[in-house]
C-alpha cells in the first residue's frame, strides 16, 4: 500500500534508484526449453523489474538489489531457496496478486503450490517473455559446463592396438 498522505507530509523523501552495481553477487537456476541455466542476481532482478515496468506496476514493488542478501544466494542451494521461499512468493503473493501472473510466469500455473512444485520439478515456469529477455545473459548450468569439460562420460578406446 501506497504511504498514507498524511505521513508523506511529514517527511522529507529523496529519491534512490534502484542500483545493482553492488548488489551480493549470486546465480540461480531456471530451466528453459535448452535445459537447465544459471542467471545471476542482478540480471535476474533487472530482467523482473523491467516486465513490471511495462505493465505499470509501481517501482516500489520492483525487486531491489539487497532483496537478498549475500547469505541468501551464497551457494546453489541456498540461492535456489531464496528464489522459491522468497523471490517467487513476493512476486506471486504481493506484487503480481491483482495482476495477470502470466507476465513472468507460465500462464498454466494457477496456484503458488504448482510454480514451485513445477520449478522443483525442473519445469519451465517463468513466462516465455521472461525467458526471451534473458536469453543473452544466461548460462549452462556449471554442473552441465563442468560435465562437458571434463568429459565425464569418455566413448571408451582400445589402445592396445588389438582388435
Not at 511495462?54 to 516500489?60: A, C, G, N, Q, T
Not at 542478501?69 to 540461492?79: G, L, Q, R, S, W
Request: glycine letters at 4%; charged letters at 30%; hydrophobic letters at 35%.
Amino acid at each position: 500500500m501506497p504511504l498514507d498522505s498524511a505521513f508523506k507530509r511529514r517527511w522529507k523523501f529523496i529519491y534512490k534508484p534502484l542500483n545493482f552495481s553492488d548488489s551480493p553477487a549470486g546465480n540461480f537456476d531456471i530451466y528453459t526449453e535448452e535445459g537447465k541455466k544459471t542467471i545471476s542476481w542482478s540480471i535476474f532482478a533487472k530482467a523482473v523489474n523491467a516486465i513490471l515496468s511495462l505493465e505499470s506496476i509501481p517501482e516500489d514493488r520492483h525487486l531491489g538489489p539487497w532483496f537478498v542478501n549475500k547469505t541468501e544466494i551464497a551457494d546453489p542451494k541456498n540461492a535456489n531457496n531464496a528464489l522459491t521461499g522468497k523471490i517467487m512468493m513476493y512476486l506471486w503473493d504481493d506484487v503480481l496478486r491483482h495482476s495477470e501472473r502470466s507476465i513472468l510466469f507460465q500462464s498454466e500455473i494457477k496456484t503458488f503450490g504448482a510454480l514451485i512444485k513445477g520449478f522443483k520439478d525442473k519445469k519451465i515456469v517463468f513466462s516465455n517473455n521472461f525467458l526471451l529477455s534473458v536469453k543473452d545473459d544466461v548460462q549452462d548450468s556449471i554442473e552441465e559446463s563442468t560435465e562437458e569439460t571434463l568429459n565425464i562420460n569418455p566413448t571408451v578406446e582400445d589402445t592396445t592396438g588389438e582388435n
